[in-house]
């Protein structure tokens, strides 16, 4: 099997990000509402499963936004933050693994999502669209930023 590391001719920047988004919102990944077929497919840039999130806190957006949302992904017990400075100007590790968008989510966890007019995060290659939160998630240096 061949496979092809994603590039981009330049990143968005965090303001950019937030002027960009259709919708932000805080939510929080509960569980599945339809499993992955295969666990093997894992690394598929958008999987076929998906996940249900609960809406927290709407932070940007006027317009109707479902609760729940539901996202395609993957259910893991294994955080991961972003190991750079606040404000992120890269994705966290789950999706610097060639497929460039982060598609695992920690459940249980919380998650700053910046969303299309599709209600997806999957929009911006290797930007910080999914991000975990830090617990308390009013601790939160993205969060707060």
Request: net charge neutral; glycine share 2%.
């Amino acid at each position: 099997m061949t496979s092809w590391a994603c590039s981009v001719s330049k990143l968005t920047k965090p303001k950019e990000l937030i002027s960009k988004a259709y919708a932000i919102v805080r939510a929080k990944a509960i569980n599945y509402e339809t499993p992955p077929t295969s666990m093997n497919s894992q690394y598929n840039a958008v999987p076929d499963s998906v996940i249900k999130f609960e809406v927290i806190e709407r932070i940007k957006g006027n317009q109707w936004i479902p609760n729940p949302l539901w996202i395609n992904g993957y259910l893991s017990q294994e955080d991961d933050f972003n190991d750079r400075p606040s404000p992120y100007n890269f994705i966290r590790s789950n999706g610097r693994s060639g497929n460039c968008i982060a598609n695992t989510y920690k459940q249980d966890a919380e998650f700053l999502l910046f969303l299309d007019n599709k209600f997806s995060p999957y929009w911006d290659a290797l930007t910080p669209v999914n991000e975990q939160l830090h617990s308390p998630s009013s601790d939160d240096q993205w969060l707060r930023w």
